[in-house]
Nanobody, 124 residues
Framework: QVQLVESGGGLVQAGGSLRLSCAASGRTYAMGWFRQAPGKEREFVSAISWSGGRTAYADSVKGRFTISRDTAGTTVVLQMNSLKREDTAVYYC????????????????????WGQGTQVTVSS
């Protein structure tokens, strides 16, 4: 069983930046970030293929967030800039054991491995 460990969450003022990292203990292919705000369902934020060549973003974060992964493929980073209050949520890293070089998914049920979540709070 692959373990995913997120880090980098915290408290930041609106307009600021945070960098989330997710370290996998083993091989994962497509990886993604999801978030859940209080009283809301978990939603897709961003995803990246194993090769790193394909990425996807929710409309709400497009142009502000950037996802990337290292060459070993075991660490995924979500760079979050121009943060807004509505970005406040628990952010979860997700990984898939399904082999594919260029595929990713925006759907939760595609991902088998999940991190414990890291809190991001954006203040005004």
């Amino acid at each position: 069983q692959v373990q995913l460990v997120e880090s980098g969450g915290g408290l930041v003022q609106a307009g600021g930046s945070l960098r989330l990292s997710c370290a996998a203990s083993g091989r994962t292919y497509a990886m993604g970030w999801f978030r859940q705000a209080p009283g809301k369902e978990r939603e897709f934020v961003s995803a990246i293929s194993w090769s790193g060549g394909r990425t996807a973003y929710a409309d709400s974060v497009k142009g502000r967030f950037t996802i990337s992964r290292d060459t070993a493929g075991t660490t995924v980073v979500l760079q979050m800039n121009s943060l807004k209050r509505e970005d406040t949520a628990v952010y979860y890293c997700a990984g898939s054991p399904s082999y594919s070089s260029g595929y990713y998914s925006t759907e939760e049920n595609y991902y088998h491995y999940w991190g414990q979540g890291t809190q991001v709070t954006v203040s005004s």
